[in-house]
């Protein structure tokens, strides 16, 4: 799953960014730069975990 995915697993479900986040056991912080792509301060790539992804996957 990529940034792009990560984003649109959880609109179709009306989910905001800190419920998608509750529902998978992360805080928001670390979903945000998920679905940014990279971190805010330096921009770096974040890869999304495959565990994370698997389980947007499992909720959608």
């Not at 419920?19 to 805080?27: D, I, V, W």
């Amino acid at each position: 799953m990529d940034t792009i995915e990560s984003e649109n697993w959880r609109k179709p479900l009306g989910l905001r960014q800190k419920q998608a986040g509750n529902a998978l056991g992360l805080p928001t912080a670390t979903l945000d730069p998920y679905e940014r792509g990279g971190r805010r301060e330096t921009d770096e790539p974040v890869p999304m975990a495959h565990l994370v992804g698997l389980a947007c996957l499992g909720l959608s």
